[in-house]
């Protein structure tokens, strides 16, 4: 594939999909870059960041070509490399080495590198270290800290390490950067969340607010407030949209948590899809009525959203987040240890129901797990073993948790009253049938029927 006329027109629908290296500057750029487009002969294509600062080209500084949209590739595909990716996104890496990557996925650690750098150009551990650079530029800008403390707070083992990963990525040292005083107030961090154009801003946080639980989301005057569990402590994110990205207020109990908290903020509102291909391929379908923009309302944690699913199962909306409060304690939801330790007067709910609770809890406890590093197939035979469990339980999960693109809910009732409202045939048999010609995107097809139903 060509890839040179995607830069020369500026085409930001690409940013995130490819890094173009400029061989008469020595620096990489992102398609959109504003500056003079370079001959086609002093341009190379890499296919990530790291690739790019591997083969020895600096970040541009006009571009910042490291903060674009992920690209939507890893978020929407279901294999090893995909998953990798999305746990490297996550912070796996800088927790617990590429080791614990392997360990999560089920493979070596020879078999993870060489999978990823024959199609991204670096291995897990080099991809970790990019992003480590990033995080550590955002918390140079963004609050008071000194450049040790940033050093370890990003993941490096050592000053040295930092030193010489930021002056390989951005060409120069971690103290140029720190020009004026950090915007740190309180210990609150501020950041632009890019996405690519169009964000249906009003259906996506519309979903939200419909589902806040009190005393631990909230939605006031356009902005989605929550607080969250993070690997290093609680935390609580503000999302608002703005023009052209999503503000994003953090206050993290430990800021080594930044990475995974931008990263669920970024997988929360699917800030990494391509909706112009979505759009593109369900549009077709007249009677959808596609909106421009629409995104999949995903979850910040996994155990989360199967505990929703289970308690959402038979009853409103509305009756869903009463029961939901009640469950939740000190303002968070309760882990899978949390929630086996609660009485049963406190699930205000039939006993069947309450010990499918238990018993995906004990699941998790097991070894279970529900983020988009799960291999989506398998967690959906395990969640349909457990007692209470059945296809719409586990397929709700594998939309809101594991981010599955392709997942469609026939029997779900508002999927039939949206059919309705849409012309749609709304019997679970032929809603499935004609459901078929939305593929691989039929949880954005599903998202746009419970828009209509309501």
């Known amino acids: 594939m060509d890839l040179y006329p995607a830069i020369s027109s500026k085409d930001r629908r690409f940013d995130g999909r490819f890094w173009v290296g400029v061989t008469s500057t020595g620096i990489y750029c992102r398609p959109s870059c504003p500056a003079r487009t370079p001959k086609r002969e002093n341009c190379r294509f890499f296919p990530s960041v790291a690739a790019a600062a591997k083969a020895g080209f600096r ?12 690209s939507p590739l890893w978020d929407s595909r279901a294999d090893l490399t995909a998953r990798a990716v999305r746990l490297i996104n996550d912070g796996v890496v800088d927790r617990g080495g590429v080791p614990a990557l392997a360990d999560r996925l089920g493979y070596t650690e020879r078999h993870l590198n060489r999978l990823l750098t024959a199609e991204l ?4 551990l080099a991809l970790a270290r990019t992003q480590r ?3 550590a530029k955002t918390l140079i800008a963004k609050t008071g800290l000194s450049l040790a403390e940033i050093a370890f707070a990003s993941g490096f083992g ?5 030193n010489d990963t930021f002056r390989e990525v951005y060409g120069c040292a971690p103290s140029e950067l720190r020009r004026v005083p950090a915007d740190d107030v309180d210990g609150e961090i501020k950041l632009k969340l890019t996405y690519r154009p169009p964000l249906d801003a009003a259906s996506l946080f519309g979903f939200l607010a419909a589902r806040t639980v009190d005393g631990v989301e909230s939605y006031v005057d356009g902005t989605y407030s929550r607080s969250l569990m993070l690997p290093h402590g609680p935390a609580s994110i503000s999302l608002t949209p703005a023009e052209g990205h ?11 948590d930044l990475t995974p908290a931008v990263a669920r903020c970024r ?8 909706p112009v ?3 593109a391929a369900l549009s077709q379908d007249q009677t959808l009525k596609f909106p421009l923009g629409v995104r999949l309302p995903r979850a910040v944690d996994g155990f989360e959203a ?3 699913a289970i308690v959402g199962q038979q009853i409103s909306v509305a009756g869903a987040r009463t029961v939901l409060k009640r469950l939740c304690r000190n303002g968070f939801f309760p882990s899978p240890q949390q929630l086996l330790e609660l009485p049963d007067e406190a699930f205000s709910m039939p006993t069947r129901r309450r010990e499918t609770l238990r018993g995906l809890a004990n699941a998790m406890l097991d070894g279970l797990t529900l983020d988009t590093g799960s291999d989506r197939a398998q967690t959906r035979a395990a969640l349909l073993e457990l007692p209470g469990i059945g296809e719409w339980t586990a397929d709700y999960i594998a939309l809101r948790a594991l981010g599955d693109p392709d997942v469609f809910l026939p029997t779900d009732l508002g999927s039939r009253h949206g059919a309705v409202a849409l012309g749609l045939p709304s019997d679970p048999v032929s809603l499935a049938k004609h459901a078929e010609r939305w593929r691989p995107w039929r949880s954005y097809a599903q998202i746009q029927l419970w828009r209509a139903a309501s």
């Open 277 to 279: 291909a979505i759009e």
């Open 267 to 274: 997988r929360l509102l699917d800030l990494d899809a391509d």
């Open 306 to 308: 199967g505990v929703r």
């Open 59 to 70: 970040a541009c500084r006009r571009c910042a070509p490291d903060a674009v949209p992920g």
């Open 158 to 162: 050592s000053v040295r390490q930092f």
């Open 121 to 124: 150009g670096a291995g897990p």
């Open 246 to 256: 999503i503000a994003a207020s953090l206050r993290l109990t430990d800021v080594r």
């Open 133 to 135: 650079a990033q995080t």
